[in-house]
């Protein structure tokens, strides 16, 4: 029940966040609600699909066709508000990586998984929803130039593991591996810290 | 037989609408004829592959390798007289959704799954090549933008499953559904009718 | 022992493509990294999604996650000096097509399919990768528009199903498909071969 709300506040998050970048499109209501939909459920399909998990997970369950639904219209109706629930939807959205992250990982445990494909399943079923609406909509995904986004699950991933061998209730570790990544994700935007960039900047090439 | 015939010609049609696209972006003789396959088959694969019917269909199956490869090139040798066939491939073309629509609908129906998300595997059997065409072609997929496509399909969809409680005979179900789909999409052509696009125009901001 | 030496030499060169590409598109770290991974696995991941081989190949083997890990750092640190290993670069990964290539094959084998098919699923695992590597980053892939990597592969699948009547050992025959993917890409490129592109240049137009 508890997780199940989070679940659909993080839907929600996504969908909105989807929505907002296809208007900035200019895309049809259609074009919307499609990078809405693949922007919530997209990290998840990936990772199901890699695990051999089909039908994948939003096919068996109404919860999200609905949820992704009402909020892409919500989103359309109310678009010249929602700059003014920037912080709720950042929360939100935080708390859904944070989610995503250590339901993904569970996922890479009941296939026996390695722990590292396990971290990578879960940054994957966080990241990948933005990542695939990025392509859709032309963009280079923002996550790979200046997010702290997957750094963040990464970290998350490896407090689960590392806790495993302590901790006997999985509920705990769930929640602190959860928090952890809710945790940095919050630090690194207050702080303003990013992943350090590659390349040499045009002030260093002068 | 039937069924089979139009198969092909919905093959041909997105094969060669593929080809068109991947001219215009100057690509040579083996990405033309990838973007002509991806935009044929690519809608049915990600259906197969999300609800886990793999090998994927065109792998089992002669046909669709042989159609494609021989409309390609076709279309490549008389690339400068396709334009007086527009007429003949916008009909293949609208006759190949209709029928693709309802294939992925009994797709999903043979794994159990609710009509709406059989819907959604029609839609996108019927759909997504040209989103992987236009995404390998590296602009914003056209039917997220301008196009009544979609919603031809899922108003197909919506008539099979009203009327599934009504009619015993599977097939005429298949064809009914089929043809308010390529009704659907001959009236919004013909009508200039599209979807609301959700921004402000130009002329609304001054 | 033989075989696994090339595939690591592949996956080093594939990754290393990767971390150049990325870096030239001013992506932080963790999306060199990703794209290291995707060039290096994408191919065969798409290979394995298509056959319904899950958890995919990389996911039950340390093997891949860590050479390409140790192959994107190298990259990184030494990005200035790699312009000196351009060719060993391009021979390790002119070996490496050769191998996925039949790899590839033999994988299509195992599950029954038609040789085209098989053929499909090899140049597909050697060539998905870069493609995969050309969305991320927002380019139209380079292999639809110059390159003859595709066609080498395609060479190499036909002579394997040719000899395939007259030779009994399958390891004669995955050498021998190997070598005439390679030979034929070493050819290629020395003496500047390419696909006709099937548009008229600008000279032509006049």
Chains 1, 2, 3 share one sequence.
Not at 4 to 28: C, E, W
Request: proline share 2%; charged share 15%; glycine share 8%.
């Amino acid at each position: 029940m508890f997780i199940q709300t989070i679940d659909i506040l993080g839907t929600i998050a996504f969908s909105i966040s989807g929505v907002l970048v296809a208007m900035n499109k200019k895309m049809d209501a259609f074009g919307v609600f499609i990078i809405a939909f693949v922007t919530a459920v997209g990290g998840g399909t990936l990772r199901d699909l890699l695990i051999g998990a089909t039908p994948v997970f939003w096919m068996t369950d109404m919860t999200f066709i609905i949820v992704i639904s009402a909020a892409a219209l919500f989103a359309v109706i109310f678009r010249n508000y929602i700059k003014h629930l920037r912080r709720s939807l950042f929360l939100f959205d935080t708390i859904g990586i944070g989610l995503y992250t250590v339901i993904g990982i569970e996922k890479g445990m009941a296939v026996d998984l390695h722990p590292i494909f396990c971290i990578i399943l879960g940054t994957m079923s966080a990241c990948f929803g933005g990542v695939i609406r990025d392509i859709l909509c032309n963009e280079i995904p923002v996550i790979f130039r200046k997010e702290v986004y997957a750094t963040a699950c990464i970290l998350g991933g490896l407090t689960y593991f590392l806790m495993l061998e302590f901790l006997e209730d999985r509920n705990y570790l769930f929640i602190i591996a959860g928090l952890v990544v809710i945790a940095v994700r919050l630090l690194a935007v207050i702080f303003k810290l990013t992943l350090p960039s590659l390349y040499k900047s045009e002030a260093e090439l002068k």
